[in-house]
């Protein structure tokens, strides 16, 4: 949906540098149509089995965006009560999310229990014996699934590796199947499912294969201790192409996972993030200067760290592109930073790029997931604001902070009467 015409970049039918122009620099701009496209692609490719897609709320949480989704069939795979919260104000169906996370405090678990939450994703006994206690004072029976670490390698990023037996999240086969005998024993939760979720932007089918094949056998085994599921919730972490990667597509996932899951009778959950919004969205920046020192290059951009995150964070890589492309500019390698006084500061290292010049304007791509997210006031700078773009037009569904924003929920200390 991002594509050059006539040497400019448009967004479906609407031109980079006209909603720069208006809006103003750094900003994340979404196309909708691509949205919309990555969920059915999913929705499709799943067709063959009862199945709820649950997007991944914490990639990209803006409420235009959740209500989208909703609209288009979501359900939603969520982190906090904060995160149930935007669900809830984008008119989402709390009866379709799913809650995981290994810290959820007393008053997550409360909301969620009142919103009658599909179910949560139990990550150890502590919290299995505080959702029933919870529950119980409530008068209510939470639904639960248990989220297993199956101990595989999802052959990505240490940073984003979720399911191996090192990491925080989740509980071992053994321990879960004595877990899954616990829970059966108390009154007031119910194990309805199992779930597992084995890390991010993992581009091969053949760790989730390997996940399954560990995950299958333990139902089998809860169904002979008298425990009958009804879902089987695998996750998200689908890859996507940021710069040479050639991800599996939704149809060979599910072409992997169909065949594995469907002898079971039970109601699929996914809880695709990055694979939906990842390449829905840039972040477009300004240049503000070009400045030589040494050997080195460096373009300084007005957008940073603070606007987004990821490649200071796992040093990820991001395809960036002139909005204007201009075919007298000579090429040479650059550094793309931003503003922020830190040498993480940047965007992209060595990069071979057209050098651009003062005030032109550069796409960061595939700036959809874990960007806006991930921002933060650092250096005391405001969040960009977010357009949503649906063909020829756009709206803004977040605008930018100012000023007066930063300071908003400060109390200044009052003059001393001595
Ligand atoms: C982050 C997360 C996801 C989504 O991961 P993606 O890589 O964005 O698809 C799904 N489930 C859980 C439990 C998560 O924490």
């Given at each position: 949906m991002f594509i050059y015409e006539n040497n400019t970049l448009f967004c479906e039918g609407v031109a980079i540098d006209k909603i720069a122009e208006k809006e103003k620099t750094p900003l994340y701009i979404y196309s909708e149509k691509a949205l919309i496209e990555n969920?059915?692609?999913?929705?499709?490719?799943?067709?063959?089995?009862?199945?709820?897609?649950?997007?991944?709320?914490?990639?990209?949480?803006?409420?235009s965006i959740l209500k989208l989704l909703a609209r288009a069939g979501a359900g939603f795979d969520i982190v906090s009560g904060g995160e149930l919260f935007r669900v809830i104000q984008a008119g989402g169906d709390p009866g379709k999310v799913v809650y995981a996370g290994v810290g959820k405090t007393q008053d997550e678990i409360v909301y969620a229990l009142k919103s009658d939450i599909h179910l949560f994703?139990?990550?150890?006994?502590?919290?299995?014996?505080?959702?029933?206690?919870?529950?119980?004072?409530?008068?209510?029976?939470?639904?639960i699934a248990i989220r297993v670490n199956p101990d595989v390698d999802p052959k990505t990023h240490t940073y984003i590796s979720t399911g191996k037996k090192e990491n925080k999240f989740g509980l071992d086969i053994e321990t879960a199947r004595e877990i899954y005998k616990h829970a059966s024993g108390l009154?007031?939760?119910?194990?309805?499912?199992?779930?597992?979720?084995?890390?991010?932007q993992i581009t091969q089918t053949q760790p989730?294969?390997?996940?399954?094949?560990?995950?299958?056998?333990?139902?089998?085994?809860?169904?002979?201790?008298?425990i009958e599921l009804e879902y089987v919730d695998i996750g998200g972490g689908l890859g996507i192409v940021y710069k040479d990667e050639k991800p599996m597509t939704a149809q060979e996932f599910a072409d992997v996972v169909v065949p594995m899951v469907k002898p079971l009778g039970l109601t699929l959950i996914i809880e695709p993030g990055r694979f939906i919004a990842g390449n829905a969205g840039i972040l477009v920046t300004k240049v503000e200067y070009i400045k030589k020192s040494g050997e080195k290059t460096f373009v300084i951009v007005d957008a940073a760290m603070n606007d987004l995150m990821r490649p200071a964070l796992y040093s990820a890589y991001h395809n960036i592109l002139p909005v204007k492309r201009q075919n007298d500019r000579p090429t040479k390698p650059v550094d793309i930073v931003g503003p922020v006084c830190e040498s993480g500061d940047f965007f992209a290292q060595d990069r071979v790029i057209a050098l651009p010049a003062q005030d032109d304007l550069l796409?960061?791509?595939?700036?959809?997931?874990?960007?806006?997210?991930?921002?933060?006031?650092?250096?005391?700078?405001?969040?960009?604001?977010?357009?949503?773009?649906?063909?020829?037009?756009?709206?803004?569904?977040?605008?930018?902070?100012?000023?007066?924003?930063?300071?908003?929920?400060?109390?200044?200390?009052?003059?001393s009467m001595s």
């Open positions: 969920f059915n692609s999913l929705d499709n490719a799943f067709a063959d089995v009862p199945h709820v897609i649950c997007y991944s709320v914490k990639c990209n949480s803006n409420i994703t139990v990550e150890s006994v502590g919290e299995l014996d505080r959702i029933n206690d919870l529950a119980n004072r409530m008068g209510k029976k939470a639904r009154p007031s939760v119910k194990p309805v499912g199992i779930q597992m979720h084995i890390g991010s989730f294969k390997n996940a399954l094949d560990k995950l299958i056998p333990l139902i089998g085994q809860l169904r002979s201790d008298g796409a960061v791509m595939s700036a959809g997931a874990y960007g806006f997210t991930m921002t933060s006031n650092y250096n005391c700078r405001v969040r960009p604001p977010e357009i949503l773009v649906n063909g020829t037009s756009y709206s803004q569904i977040r605008r930018r902070e100012t000023w007066e924003d930063l300071v908003r929920q400060e109390v200044s200390l009052k003059e």
